[in-house]
């Protein structure tokens, strides 16, 4: 008699049996929503290069943070744009600057919402360099010291977690320490620790004003066809520094890269699904190219599936706000 064929359709039988056998959950609990603060009062004005995102004050910031909140989003991460721009950055770790008020706004309205912030200089430098420039480069150790006083300032002002995303060598390591020297042991840093030199920060640049008045950022990011063992190396270096969570960056170009670290290191991935993969899907939807809620599952399936435990994404608000079936 003949074998009967392995009959895998079985398995896909219905709805219900799907959803038995599927081996990955998308959950609200594990999303992480990035908002942008400007400088002023009653501002909440859309951003031109990214639908559906806009630029808050810092007083305008809390009523958009308390839905995310209710919305059951547990985290949001911060990015600040200064009132003006210089040489030092110095805007980046005013205790009063734009950013720092958010942050106390959104603490004292809403003291269970994770508040992770940004920390770089590219929003705040006159160069639009994520280091200071000193001899026309960007200054690796000088530029870590003025980090590490970013992150105490968003310590200060009450935020929850740092995420230096600058690709400085040793950040880590700097920032922690004064952290704990100044007191805050529990300040937990979540490390954008693979994060590419690509072109998908496109629309991100327009909104933070942070595109580079010369050259690029090919110094500092990751060559996008860099070996994934120099992610591993980098990942590697940065827990060793002390960071509690790793991230790679942009998601869908390197979910190998996910993977592997997922399956090599103990701390959370996170993954950045980035700008212009928010508006890959945004504008090749309402071209008609494919269903958009569809597309935006998909995607996010599959940076969770490669191994992300934590996704970053500018979709977190509208899949937590339609129910979308998760
Ligand atoms: C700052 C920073 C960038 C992004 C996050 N932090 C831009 C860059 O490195 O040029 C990009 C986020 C996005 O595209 O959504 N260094």
Redesign the pocket.
Request: with cysteine.
């Given at each position: 008699m003949q074998n009967s064929p392995v009959r895998m359709r079985r398995l896909r039988k219905s709805d219900s049996m799907r959803r038995l056998v599927k081996g990955v959950n998308l959950s609200v609990d594990n999303f992480v929503y990035?908002l942008f603060v400007c400088p002023g009062k009653g501002i909440k004005k859309p951003i031109k290069s990214m639908t559906n995102c806009f630029h808050f004050s810092p007083d305008k910031i809390v009523d958009e943070t308390k839905e995310v909140f209710d919305l059951g989003i547990p985290a949001i991460l911060l990015?600040g744009l200064p009132e003006k721009k210089d040489s030092k950055g110095s805007h980046a770790y005013d205790d009063n600057g734009t950013v720092q008020q958010a942050i106390r706004n959104i603490k004292k309205a809403m003291p269970g919402l994770l508040v992770i912030t940004?920390v770089?200089l590219?929003?705040y430098t006159d160069t639009g360099h994520?280091g200071l420039i000193k001899d026309g480069k960007v200054d690796n150790d000088i530029t870590c010291e003025i980090l590490a006083k970013i992150a105490l300032s968003h310590a200060k002002a009450g935020a929850d977690m740092v995420a230096p995303?600058?690709m400085m060598d040793g950040r880590v390591g700097v920032i922690r320490k004064s952290l704990d020297e100044n007191g805050f042991i529990d300040m937990a840093i979540m490390s954008?620790s693979a994060?590419y030199a690509s072109a998908?920060?496109g629309?991100?640049?327009d909104a933070?004003d942070?595109a580079p008045a010369f050259g690029d950022?090919k110094t500092y990011?990751m060559d996008i066809a860099a070996s994934a063992k120099q992610a591993m190396k980098e990942i590697e270096l940065d827990i060793a520094e002390g960071a509690d969570i790793v991230m790679i960056?942009?998601a869908l170009p390197y979910l190998d890269i996910i993977s592997q670290a997922k399956q090599r290191f103990d701390v959370p991935i996170a993954a950045?699904n980035?700008?212009?993969e928010?508006m890959m899907i945004n504008t090749a939807a309402q071209q008609g190219v494919f269903d958009r809620q569809s597309a935006i599952i998909e995607t996010l399936i599959a940076i969770k599936r490669a191994g992300a435990d934590i996704i970053i994404t500018?979709f977190a608000k509208e899949l937590a706000a339609k129910k979308f079936k998760l």
């Open positions: 990035p990015f940004d770089c590219c929003a994520c995303s600058d954008y994060k998908f920060y629309p991100f640049r933070a942070s950022r990011q960056k942009p950045y980035v700008s212009g928010y500018y």
